[in-house]
């Protein structure tokens, strides 16, 4: 399967953005999608991830209550809302597909989109 992310930008401290990941090639609804981030000099880092169907997501404790990942199967496509973002969620923002939403780690993602810069300011 092959993932795109979009919808990243500058924008500042305290506001939202939903980034999207659009699916094409095998069939997204047999993958669940994680996202991630890397902000400059760090290493990948663990969002959230939605299971196959939509039912169940996954968030790592630091992304709980401001992050939300949901897909629309119907659609292809698989979103991340970002609210309240501060400057230290400045990154490259991932989204990935693997067999398992209960995943925090990125070698369990098979297929990876190319990112999309998110920069907050303060």
């Known amino acids: 399967v092959q993932l795109a992310e979009s919808g990243g930008g500058l924008v500042q401290a305290g506001t939202s953005l939903r980034l999207s990941c659009a699916a094409s090639?095998?069939?997204?609804?047999?993958?669940?999608i994680g996202w991630f981030r890397q902000a400059p000099g760090k290493e990948r880092e663990f969002v959230g991830a939605?299971?196959?169907?939509?039912?169940?997501?996954y968030y790592a404790d630091s992304m709980k209550g401001r992050f939300t990942v949901s897909r629309d199967n119907a659609k292809n496509m698989a979103y991340l809302q970002m609210g309240s973002l501060r400057p230290e969620d400045t990154a490259v923002y991932y989204c990935?597909?693997?067999?398992?939403?209960?995943?925090?780690?990125?070698?369990?993602?098979?297929?990876w989109g190319q990112g999309t810069q998110v920069t907050v300011s303060s």
């Open positions: 939605v299971s196959f169907n939509g039912l169940m997501t």
């Open positions: 990935a597909a693997g067999s398992a939403w209960y995943a925090p780690k990125d070698y369990e993602y098979y297929y």
């Open positions: 090639g095998r069939t997204f609804s047999d993958y669940a």
